[in-house]
């Protein structure tokens, strides 16, 4: 048998050799296969450092010819020669790899392809073709084709559950680790679960007692079907969508200005999930609605999606170019990095200054894919949608009538209180301490006092002329000598006209120490355009009346007053009316005889620099000490027409006080809407000629190398990454080509990225647990054959995401019961393979949304512009006041919040709201004492217990049992158990129902989603 088989190779070498075949007499039996078994081998363990510009030893294992030429040792591979192999040789010695060595079966591969001669393949060994332990190749199972698995077969008793396809899938890796399904939730938490799942709000008490008491599919059916299809579905789903793309409506950095037309992007994301857009449809036009859909305003407004970001002004309007070049790849690599994770779930961004060093993406792809977004830029494009006609109209509407039904209730008391009046001029003006009657001055004369003492000093750049003191805005200011006694309540008044409305900082009256240190003053637009403000050192006074811009004080002189109370409160004045609303300063200024002075013309100081002087020209000022009342202040300015607020609420009756200030609360809110919507304009991608796209050396604009032209990834090896394009393609055929690639549905990292998003949404984590890196780096699938199968029955369904909700949330899956089972948590204890649904905190907005709803106070208004928490101040950058807003318009839901980056709600920042500068796939979940103090004292809370509190006086005025149960149904969608009845109307009786409420608020059933 030896002879004959030493025979049988020898005849067989013969027969090979005579074939061209060059095949050694002691080579193994089985020829190697270079392609399939030494690349990969290669690649995974050699390639790492002997590959590339500088290969370690001057060895390059990646091409023939260089494996060929070999190192500094010589020849790495001789065929049929291990002995003169280097490559073997360095292997066999245990010196090569340095860190994890070959096993038996690769060195005996290794072996075998030395000995048959050390032939190589097609080609160049691809080091991104193959993955290892260290890095993902273009075999990553994210970058495979999306599979067809057969479904599984389901273990005999859990046969009930095998007709759904999920339930399959999740029950066989249930058997696989010895793990047990849970049984279904009781109907109460199902539909509890249903409710915040698919709308974000709690369910009536009415849905929860219907299906209690016919728990069929079919009603399980009908009630899934009816939260799928009301709009507040696409408010609470837009706003997971919102998360991911850093939606915010200020430019963040240093200046964050405010934008006030960024809210139709969020009205299109909630409008297009509720309509059921396809996905992939819902992700072209964000990429590229503006080229898809030309001249369309949905199309437009879509692109909002890439321009969501911040944008860093200052960085882009700097004098160094060098600096811009730097701040613009900063920009593109935000919007590189969000579109690839976003969508592809790869961390594209990581390939900017070098190949990325985990996934199969390489430097040169980064810019690829730069190249096609070249053409994005942020700014502002006019639309006119028929959702915003729709809404303007319905404003104006409601504009109209609400000013008709205060003017109607107004008129009469007014026409009352001036027939009360004897004489229209009964009313004497009030007398200052100082005037300057600037039309009874005398030229080349002191400019003094013309009531009091004080003597006055003008300065270079005033003069004199038709009545009145011209100031250049440069150097002219008036200023008197010392007041010769104590001043602490007061009124500045003047009649001024302005010489521009484009003017900031100047001050028209004010009186300062004599050294300009300490100053209250009457300013023009210091801290916000065209409006006028009580100004103040360090403005420690200083806050916004929240008063119209100025809008004529360039063409005619206007009255101006500022009245400063005992108390601290400072009231502005108008041409004799209320310029805003009056506040509450916290501070009083003492002026002590001999320390201040009367300054014209001047903010504060002893000289004219900044922007402190007033271009125009003033016509009287006069100074009083002490506090003018609203009727002295019409007086002084002539106006014997006029009723003040005081007189006019002092007349009216405590429901018609009530009433009069909802109206004004109601018109308030409707003239920002109709300016915005009158605008007609959207933040959205406003593109511009793009350029040509160089890679950059280290990431660095400095140092740029090749051009490259508009691509996709070469890992999608299931599309050609090649657009056909060239470097200096349009931005059309660029944003195009890539939004078209990325929402294929041959693409793989697509479907099953949404897939993913969705399925983490429903369940808390997702099948894959890094929802935004699918790549080396991220978290392998749980449940691999689950996501492919999903993926493709979502294709399959014309990526319709209501179709996806249906059929997960059909499942016994997301119906099991949330209780926890010790055994499955010993092997299992994160529940990653779905024994049971893991219970979840309710979400900021949604935890306020709950309230509102639970309270009654819930205005349902869908869409327009959003309502603001906060006041905004200027002074060179933005500023934002946060406050509790009470007005009809604050009471929505709180996706229609602004989203200013620098001004954050402590309520929703407590319960870890995230910050909108970022993208945000996976929300962060804290426990922290801030949170249950937040549901306790934050005033939004105290509001919402006291308006439940008399809900359910309204609902339940039987008497406080009736009450609390009311409550426990609103809240938990039951009713309290004897012991927590007796419990609860004892704490009532003591503390009354609204700490109730907030007590209920703070609690886990309520907070917690089971």
Same mark, same amino acid.
């Given at each position: 048998?030896?002879?004959h088989?030493l025979?049988t190779?020898?005849?067989w070498?013969?027969?090979?050799?005579?074939?061209?075949?060059?095949?050694?007499?002691?080579?193994?039996?089985?020829?190697?296969?270079f392609d399939?078994?030494?690349a990969?081998l290669?690649?995974?363990?050699?390639l790492?450092?002997?590959?590339?510009?500088?290969?370690?030893?001057?060895?390059?294992? &990646?091409?023939?010819?260089?494996?060929?030429?070999?190192g500094?040792s010589g020849?790495a591979?001789?065929?049929g020669?291990?002995?003169?192999?280097?490559?073997?040789?360095?292997?066999?010695? =245990?010196?090569m *790899?340095?860190?994890?060595?070959?096993?038996a079966?690769?060195?005996?591969?290794?072996?075998?392809?030395i000995?048959?001669?050390? %032939?190589?393949?097609?080609?160049?060994?691809?080091?991104?073709?193959?993955?290892?332990?260290?890095?993902?190749?273009?075999?990553w199972w994210?970058?495979?084709?999306?599979?067809?698995?057969?479904?599984?077969?389901?273990?005999?008793e859990?046969?009930?559950?095998?007709?759904?396809?999920?339930?399959?899938?999740?029950?066989?890796k249930l058997?696989?680790? %010895?793990l047990?399904?849970?049984a279904t939730?009781?109907?109460?938490?199902l539909?509890?679960?249903?409710?915040?799942?698919?709308?974000?709000? $709690?369910?009536?008490p009415?849905?929860?007692?219907?299906?209690?008491?016919?728990p069929?599919?079919?009603?399980?059916?009908a009630l899934?079907?009816?939260?799928?299809?009301?709009?507040q579905?696409?408010?609470?789903?837009?706003?997971?969508w919102?998360?991911?793309?850093?939606?915010?409506?200020?430019?963040?950095?240093?200046?964050?200005?405010?934008?006030?037309?960024s809210?139709?992007?969020?009205?299109?994301?909630?409008?297009?999930?509720?309509?059921?857009?396809?996905?992939?449809?819902?992700?072209?036009?964000q990429?590229?609605?503006?080229l898809?859909?030309?001249?369309?305003?949905? =199309?437009?407004?879509a692109?909002?999606?890439?321009?969501?970001?911040p944008?860093?002004?200052v960085?882009?309007?700097?004098?160094?170019?060098?600096?811009?070049?730097v701040?613009?790849?900063?920009?593109?690599?935000?919007l590189?990095?969000?579109? @690839?994770?976003?969508?592809?779930?790869?961390?594209?961004?990581?390939?900017?200054?070098?190949?990325?060093?985990?996934?199969?993406?390489?430097?040169?792809?980064?810019?690829?894919?730069?190249?096609?977004?070249?053409?994005?830029?942020?700014?502002?494009?006019?639309?006119?949608?028929?959702s915003?006609?729709?809404?303007?109209?319905?404003?104006?509407?409601?504009w109209? &009538?609400?000013?008709?039904?205060? #003017?109607?209730?107004?008129?009469?008391?007014?026409?009352?209180?001036?027939?009360?009046?004897?004489? *229209?001029?009964?009313?004497?003006?009030?007398?200052?301490?100082a005037?300057?009657?600037?039309?009874k001055?005398?030229?080349?004369q002191?400019?003094?006092d013309?009531?009091?003492?004080?003597?006055g000093n003008?300065?270079?750049?005033?003069?004199?002329?038709?009545?009145?003191?011209?100031?250049?805005?440069?150097?002219g200011y008036?200023?008197?000598?010392?007041?010769?006694? %104590?001043?602490?309540?007061?009124?500045?008044?003047?009649?001024?006209?302005?010489?521009?409305?484009?003017?900031?900082?100047g001050?028209?009256?004010?009186?300062?120490?004599?050294?300009?240190?300490r100053?209250?003053s009457?300013?023009?637009a210091?801290?916000?355009p065209?409006?006028?403000?009580?100004?103040?050192?360090?403005?420690?006074r200083?806050?916004?009346?929240?008063?119209?811009?100025?809008?004529?004080?360039?063409t005619?002189?206007?009255?101006?007053a500022?009245?400063?109370?005992?108390d601290?409160?400072? #009231?502005?004045?108008?041409?004799?009316?209320?310029?805003g609303?009056?506040?509450?300063s =916290?501070d009083?200024?003492?002026?002590?005889?001999? &320390?201040?002075?009367?300054?014209i @013309?001047?903010?504060?100081?002893?000289d004219?620099?900044?922007?402190r002087l007033?271009?125009?020209?003033?016509?009287?000022?006069?100074?009083?000490?002490?506090?003018?009342?609203?009727?002295?202040?019409?007086?002084?300015?002539?106006?014997?027409?006029?009723?003040?607020?005081?007189?006019?609420?002092?007349?009216?009756? $405590?429901?018609?006080?009530a009433?009069?200030?909802?109206?004004?609360?109601?018109?308030?809110?409707?003239?920002v809407?109709?300016?915005?919507?009158?605008?007609?304009t959207?933040?959205?991608?406003?593109?511009?000629?793009?350029?040509?796209?160089?890679?950059? %050396?280290?990431?660095?604009?400095? #140092?740029?190398?090749?051009?490259?032209?508009?691509?996709?990834l070469?890992?999608?090896?299931?599309?050609?990454?090649?657009?056909?394009?060239?470097?200096?393609?349009?931005?059309?055929?660029?944003?195009?080509?890539?939004?078209?690639?990325?929402?294929s549905?041959?693409?793989?990292?697509?479907?099953?990225?949404?897939?993913?998003?969705?399925?983490?949404?429903?369940?808390?984590?997702?099948?894959?647990?890094?929802?935004?890196?699918?790549?080396?780096?991220?978290?392998?699938? #749980?449940?691999?054959e689950?996501?492919?199968?999903?993926?493709?029955?979502?294709?399959?369904?014309?990526?319709?995401?209501k179709?996806?909700?249906?059929?997960?949330?059909?499942?016994?899956?997301?119906?099991?019961?949330?209780?926890?089972?010790t055994?499955?948590a010993?092997?299992?204890?994160?529940?990653?393979?779905?024994?049971?649904?893991?219970?979840?905190?309710?979400e900021?907005?949604?935890?306020?949304?709950?309230?509102l709803?639970?309270?009654?106070?819930l205005n *349902?208004?869908?869409?327009g512009?959003?309502?603001?928490?906060?006041?905004?101040?200027?002074?060179?950058?933005?500023?934002f006041?946060?406050?509790?807003?009470?007005?009809?318009?604050?009471?929505?839901r709180t996706?229609?919040?602004?989203?200013?980056?620098?001004?954050?709600? &402590?309520?929703?920042?407590?319960?870890?709201?995230?910050?909108?500068?970022?993208?945000? $796939?996976?929300?962060?979940?804290?426990?922290?004492?801030?949170?249950?103090?937040?549901?306790?004292?934050?005033?939004?809370?105290?509001?919402?217990?006291?308006?439940?509190?008399?809900?359910?006086?309204?609902?339940?005025p039987?008497?406080?049992?009736?009450?609390?149960?009311?409550?426990?149904?609103l809240?938990?969608?039951?009713?309290?158990?004897?012991?927590?009845?007796?419990?609860?109307?004892?704490?009532?009786?003591?503390?009354?129902?609204?700490?109730?409420?907030?007590?209920?608020?703070?609690?886990?059933?309520?907070v917690?989603?089971?």
């Amino acid at each position: 048998m030896r002879i004959h088989l030493l025979l049988t190779r020898t005849i067989w070498a013969v027969i090979l050799c005579a074939a061209g075949v060059s095949l050694p007499i002691h080579a193994a039996d089985k020829l190697i296969d270079f392609d399939n078994q030494i690349a990969p081998l290669l690649a995974r363990h050699c390639l790492e450092c002997h590959d590339g510009a500088d290969p370690k030893g001057g060895l390059d294992l &990646s091409e023939e010819s260089l494996l060929t030429k070999g190192g500094e040792s010589g020849a790495a591979v001789v065929a049929g020669d291990l002995a003169a192999s280097v490559l073997w040789q360095r292997v066999v010695s =245990g010196d090569m *790899p340095p860190k994890e060595k070959l096993t038996a079966d690769e060195e005996a591969l290794l072996k075998s392809w030395i000995l048959q001669g050390g %032939k190589w393949g097609t080609g160049a060994i691809d080091p991104y073709r193959y993955s290892s332990e260290k890095r993902a190749g273009y075999d990553w199972w994210s970058l495979k084709p999306i599979g067809k698995p057969d479904l599984p077969a389901v273990p005999s008793e859990w046969s009930a559950r095998e007709s759904h396809p999920i339930d399959r899938f999740v029950l066989a890796k249930l058997a696989e680790h %010895k793990l047990t399904p849970s049984a279904t939730a009781e109907p109460r938490l199902l539909v509890r679960r249903l409710a915040f799942d698919l709308t974000g709000l $709690p369910p009536t008490p009415e849905d929860i007692a219907a299906f209690e008491k016919s728990p069929t599919s079919e009603a399980y059916d009908a009630l899934l079907a009816k939260y799928l299809n009301s709009t507040q579905y696409g408010e609470r789903w837009a706003r997971h969508w919102l998360d991911l793309a850093r939606y915010g409506e200020s430019q963040g950095f240093e200046r964050d200005k405010l934008r006030t037309n960024s809210w139709p992007y969020r009205d299109w994301v909630i409008r297009s999930l509720n309509e059921d857009l396809p996905y992939d449809q819902f992700a072209r036009l964000q990429i590229a609605g503006d080229l898809l859909k030309p001249n369309d305003a949905d =199309g437009i407004t879509a692109t909002g999606f890439l321009v969501a970001a911040p944008y860093d002004e200052v960085g882009h309007t700097q004098q160094s170019a060098a600096m811009r070049a730097v701040v613009r790849q900063d920009e593109m690599e935000d919007l590189v990095g969000t579109v @690839g994770q976003t969508f592809l779930g790869l961390t594209v961004n990581c390939a900017r200054c070098h190949d990325h060093k985990f996934d199969p993406i390489t430097q040169a792809e980064y810019y690829q894919l730069a190249s096609c977004l070249d053409g994005v830029r942020h700014g502002e494009r006019k639309i006119m949608t028929d959702s915003i006609r729709e809404q303007l109209a319905a404003t104006r509407s409601k504009w109209q &009538s609400t000013s008709e039904e205060l #003017t109607a209730l107004e008129t009469p008391v007014r026409e009352r209180l001036l027939q009360e009046r004897s004489q *229209p001029g009964s009313r004497p003006a009030p007398l200052p301490i100082a005037r300057w009657d600037f039309s009874k001055a005398e030229k080349d004369q002191p400019l003094n006092d013309q009531v009091g003492t004080l003597q006055g000093n003008a300065r270079p750049g005033t003069k004199l002329k038709d009545g009145c003191l011209i100031l250049d805005g440069k150097t002219g200011y008036l200023t008197s000598s010392p007041i010769p006694f %104590k001043l602490r309540a007061k009124t500045l008044e003047a009649w001024v006209q302005l010489a521009t409305l484009d003017q900031s900082g100047g001050g028209v009256i004010g009186v300062q120490t004599t050294d300009g240190n300490r100053f209250d003053s009457i300013v023009f637009a210091e801290r916000e355009p065209k409006r006028w403000m009580a100004g103040s050192e360090g403005f420690v006074r200083s806050q916004s009346f929240g008063g119209p811009e100025e809008s004529d004080a360039a063409t005619r002189p206007v009255h101006l007053a500022v009245v400063y109370s005992d108390d601290g409160t400072i #009231t502005a004045y108008r041409d004799g009316q209320p310029y805003g609303n009056p506040y509450d300063s =916290g501070d009083v200024t003492t002026f002590e005889p001999g &320390s201040a002075q009367i300054v014209i @013309g001047l903010r504060h100081g002893t000289d004219g620099g900044g922007n402190r002087l007033l271009k125009g020209s003033i016509g009287i000022t006069q100074l009083y000490d002490r506090a003018l009342s609203a009727e002295e202040v019409a007086a002084s300015a002539g106006r014997t027409d006029f009723v003040s607020t005081a007189e006019l609420i002092a007349a009216l009756s $405590p429901s018609e006080r009530a009433r009069r200030e909802r109206l004004l609360a109601d018109l308030a809110v409707l003239n920002v809407q109709l300016k915005q919507l009158q605008d007609s304009t959207v933040y959205a991608c406003t593109p511009q000629a793009p350029g040509v796209t160089h890679l950059l %050396k280290r990431g660095n604009p400095g #140092t740029p190398g090749d051009a490259v032209a508009p691509r996709g990834l070469a890992a999608v090896s299931t599309l050609p990454s090649d657009f056909g394009l060239a470097p200096d393609a349009p931005d059309e055929a660029r944003r195009a080509a890539l939004a078209n690639w990325i929402a294929s549905c041959d693409n793989p990292l697509f479907a099953r990225v949404i897939i993913n998003r969705v399925w983490q949404h429903h369940f808390g984590a997702g099948l894959v647990d890094s929802p935004n890196d699918f790549g080396f780096n991220g978290i392998r699938p #749980t449940h691999p054959e689950l996501l492919d199968y999903l993926s493709g029955w979502f294709i399959e369904n014309g990526w319709s995401l209501k179709k996806l909700h249906t059929l997960i949330l059909t499942s016994e899956t997301w119906k099991q019961s949330s209780r926890r089972n010790t055994e499955n948590a010993v092997v299992d204890a994160g529940n990653q393979f779905l024994w049971r649904l893991t219970p979840h905190r309710l979400e900021a907005e949604t935890l306020r949304d709950a309230m509102l709803s639970v309270s009654g106070q819930l205005n *349902p208004q869908i869409g327009g512009p959003p309502y603001q928490d906060f006041r905004v101040f200027n002074f060179n950058s933005t500023f934002f006041e946060m406050f509790d807003p009470e007005t009809p318009d604050a009471q929505r839901r709180t996706i229609y919040r602004t989203w200013v980056r620098s001004g954050r709600s &402590s309520l929703l920042d407590a319960l870890d709201c995230p910050d909108p500068s970022t993208t945000s $796939p996976r929300r962060a979940i804290t426990t922290t004492p801030v949170q249950s103090l937040s549901l306790l004292n934050n005033s939004f809370v105290l509001r919402m217990s006291d308006a439940t509190a008399k809900r359910l006086e309204s609902d339940a005025p039987a008497g406080i049992p009736a009450r609390i149960n009311r409550l426990f149904q609103l809240t938990y969608g039951r009713s309290p158990s004897n012991a927590e009845q007796l419990e609860l109307s004892t704490f009532v009786e003591q503390h009354g129902l609204p700490a109730l409420c907030r007590v209920v608020f703070n609690s886990n059933e309520f907070v917690y989603v089971e």
